[in-house]
């Protein structure tokens, strides 16, 4: 029972260069979201998929871009890293509906160097 | 945007004390989340309460939504309670604006 996988764990990317981080989830939920958490800031929505075939910005987009593969997976894209990037990235997913709560992958700590 | 302030920012606890921590927010809202982050950052979803009391072991939350608040009762700490609790709520889209959390040290 994997619940929500996210890969990298971690990440050293330099200034300029690109990556993506993969999240799958086997809980056959609908909805999925990228968090990304910075010190003192909490967390802030970057991107989520509220179902398969759809996305939407969330609070922090720019310089991001995500794709729903599938219902299983949610991939977020760095075109081109800064150092304003580095942070920890939460993929999360949920049923999508009233009543249940969401499940967080471990994190991806990345540092844009 | 909606706002979701919560307090204590910090507390330090003896092992076997109780704590409360707060959550005030600014709009009605249709979900609201207690997580614990533990210290090797993994988060876990600790309640679902959009209103009303739940409970479980140690740990219950209490959410008053007319008056836009919600509490989370710590009972008989342990070491392991450690790490930082956030609140997060919906405002019916489905997507979590979250606190920036309590930051909870209990020690032996």
């Known amino acids: 029972n994997a619940g929500v996988t996210q890969t990298p764990k971690f990440q050293v990317l330099k200034t300029g260069q690109s990556m993506t981080l993969q999240c799958a989830q086997d809980?056959?939920?609908?909805?999925m979201y990228w968090y990304r958490q910075d010190p003192g800031m909490g967390l802030r929505l970057i991107y989520y998929?509220?179902?398969?075939?759809?996305?939407d910005k969330g609070e922090v987009p720019n310089g991001y871009n995500v794709s729903r593969l599938n219902k299983r997976e949610f991939s977020l894209r760095l075109e081109s890293a800064a150092p304003s990037q580095t942070s920890v990235y939460f993929c999360?997913?949920?049923?999508?509906?009233?009543?249940?709560?969401?499940?967080f992958g471990s994190g991806t700590r990345l540092t844009v160097v | 945007g909606i706002q979701v302030e919560q307090s204590p920012p910090d507390l330090i606890l003896q092992e076997g004390a109780n704590s409360t921590l707060r959550c005030n927010f600014s709009?009605?809202?249709?979900?609201l989340q207690w997580f614990h982050q533990n210290p090797w950052g993994q988060l876990i979803n600790l309640f679902y309460?959009?209103?009303g009391t739940k409970q479980n072991g140690r740990l219950s939350a209490t959410t008053v939504a007319t008056e836009r608040y919600s509490l989370l009762y710590i009972s008989s700490s342990q070491t392991t309670d450690s790490g930082v609790y956030f609140c997060?709520?919906?405002?019916?889209?489905?997507?979590?604006?979250f606190g920036k959390g309590t930051m909870l040290l209990v020690s032996p």
């Open positions: 999360a997913s949920s049923i999508g509906e009233a009543g249940y709560g969401y499940t």
């Open positions: 809980m056959n939920h609908n909805s």
């Open positions: 998929s509220a179902s398969e075939g759809t996305t």
């Open positions: 709009d009605s809202v249709n979900n």
């Open positions: 309460i959009p209103s």
């Open positions: 997060a709520v919906d405002l019916g889209y489905s997507t979590l604006t």
